[in-house]
């Protein structure tokens, strides 16, 4: 069974880059599934960050994608998001998930637990 | 990009009774590629229905979607204590974007 882990810094300061990394146990990042980021500000709904295929196929949302990179390590069956120059408005519960197809205009079946990344200084 | 909106914003229901939930776009969706989620606090989002009417696997038959062009909707036929959660709805046709959630309270 699938399962994703976040991990990453938790606080991050003003202006610098917000770095995570999910980590796919129990099934292959290399199966032809696209993966992705979504994050939660506090309280409040979901925004969809990017998706990556292994092959290094990428979507951005166009509100983020001046600031957004994803890449993929196969080797380690893993796939990571920086985000750069943050503010506060970056403090959110992010999400890694696996979508539902080879294609990244699906739903996501899978998502990991979630980590809280505060934007302070 | 296409906007997601859920109504009403929130929900309050008795245990037993059926809850209907609306997510209208801003414009069609295409393929009538809608999904519906469920959140309950301190918990990642659950697949509950693909493609507009599809229930996920191990979703029970009390809840199901339908709908089409820019109007959706998710119905749970009897609430159960544990459906009192947050559902969000989210389009895969053009780009992906969420609705900002309905959440069904006691």
């Known amino acids: 069974q699938v399962q994703l882990q976040e991990s990453g810094p938790r606080l991050v300061k003003p202006s610098e880059t917000l770095s995570l990394t999910c980590s796919v146990s129990?099934?292959?990042?290399?199966?032809?599934?696209?993966w992705g980021w979504i994050r939660q500000p506090p309280g409040k709904g979901l925004e969809w960050i990017g998706s990556?295929?292994?092959?290094?196929?990428?979507s951005y949302n166009a509100s983020l994608k001046s600031r957004v990179t994803i890449s993929v390590d196969t080797s380690k069956n893993q796939f990571s998001l920086r985000l750069t120059s943050v503010t506060a408005a970056d403090t959110a519960v992010y999400y890694c998930?696996?979508?539902?197809?080879?294609?990244?205009?699906?739903?996501?079946?899978?998502w990991g637990q979630g980590t809280l990344v505060t934007v302070s200084s | 990009e296409i906007v997601l909106t859920q109504s009403p914003g929130t929900l309050s229901l008795s245990p037993g009774e059926r809850a209907t939930l609306s997510c209208r776009a801003s414009?069609?969706?295409?393929?009538?590629?809608l999904a519906w989620y469920q959140q309950k606090p301190g918990q990642a989002p659950r697949l509950l229905i693909d493609?507009?009417?599809n229930r996920a696997t191990g979703i029970p038959d009390r809840f199901s979607g339908s709908g089409s062009g820019t109007d959706f909707t998710l119905t749970i036929s009897r609430l159960e204590p544990e459906d009192f959660a947050v559902y969000y709805c989210?389009?895969?046709?053009?780009?992906?974007?969420f609705g900002g959630g309905t959440k069904v309270e006691i």
């Open positions: 414009q069609s969706v295409y393929g009538n590629f």
């Open positions: 990556i295929h292994h092959t290094g196929d990428t």
């Open positions: 998930a696996r979508h539902g197809s080879g294609q990244w205009l699906t739903s996501f079946q899978q």
């Open positions: 129990g099934f292959s990042i290399t199966s032809g599934y696209y």
């Open positions: 493609v507009t009417s």
């Open positions: 989210q389009q895969y046709g053009t780009s992906l974007s």
